[in-house]
């Protein structure tokens, strides 16, 4: 792993080889983009943190790039299924699951996968993003903040399949997760 270290942010990227397996599927082509784990502290207490995840309505307050979202489907009480997109430039769509779990220690944890839903058909002028894993886990510390920790492997598909795309994305990657985490302490602080 590749790790840096910004203002109380630490961002690690590394490569997965092609034959990688998640979930039963071999990454292929989407092991040219990087997996990204990030990690820092929030001056905030899980149940606030973790209150940011499962209300569809604050997305909008970390996640600059989340122009619509809405639940399809609840597969069981910690389990759905979600539509989101973003706007331009980007216009990507995703199908995502979302799993809720509990961890021991009073930790918690939210899984993500991408997959097609009938509720959700291909729209014209967008692009289906793939992610292979998302997770954020949250752990309470003994002082009342909070220890996030997001791990993600995505492919954006589109533009970002070129060689160049690739390289530009990857770049992204260690920029990214700092921004996101930027912006959660900022929806904190509301």
Known sequence: WRH????????WRKYLPTDTTIAGESLGRSAQFAAVKARAVLDAPLSEVYSLFT?????????????????LEWLDETTKVTYSS??????????????YTDLEGGAKM???????????PRKKGFTRMGMSIGANVM???????????????????????T??????TNKLSTESPRA???????ALER
């Open 4 to 11: 840096s270290r910004e203002n109380g942010i630490e961002v």
């Open 55 to 71: 209300d569809n309505s604050r997305v909008h307050e970390y996640n600059e790039y989340c122009k619509e979202i809405w639940d």
């Open 86 to 99: 973003s706007g331009r430039p980007w216009c990507r769509d995703f199908v995502t699951r979302v799993h």
């Open 110 to 120: 939210v899984v993500n996968r991408a997959e097609e839903h009938p509720q959700a």
């Open 139 to 161: 752990r309470p510390l003994s002082d009342g903040r909070t220890e996030f920790t997001m791990l993600t492997h995505v492919n954006p598909g589109g533009m970002a399949n």
């Open 163 to 168: 060689q160049f795309g690739a390289m530009v």
């Open 180 to 186: 996101f985490l930027v912006n959660i302490g900022k």
